[in-house]
């Protein structure tokens, strides 16, 4: 086997690796999204910080977009403002 057909491989590892990761994650998140929901602001931006900054992280070694997690982090900003503007709502009663 010679050096390129190595790194084609192992970059093949790498790639299939952090597809597999950013699915199992965004699986999670998904089982958790009504907790992350609850949360407070300060809490909901660790989370999505940290979430986000593993997509990007993952990308940038791969050097390409992976969605298995991206749609999933992006959907929690989502549930995240509908729970807020409830509890907002709800607050003004």
Do not use: P
């Not at 491989?9 to 199992?24: G, Q």
């Not at 994650?25 to 602001?41: M, P, T």
């Not at 900054?53 to 070694?61: A, D, R, S, T, W």
């Amino acid at each position: 086997m010679d050096i390129t057909s190595l790194q084609e491989e192992l970059w093949d590892v790498l790639s299939s690796a952090a597809d597999l990761s950013n699915k199992f994650v965004a699986i999670i998140i998904g089982y958790r999204y009504e907790q992350h929901a609850q949360l407070d602001l300060l809490g909901f931006l660790t989370f999505f910080n940290s979430s986000w900054g593993f997509v990007l992280q993952c990308e940038v070694i791969c050097r390409r977009m992976i969605m298995g997690l991206r749609g999933v982090v992006l959907s929690q900003v989502g549930v995240f403002i509908n729970e807020l503007i409830g509890r907002d709502h709800l607050r003004a009663f």
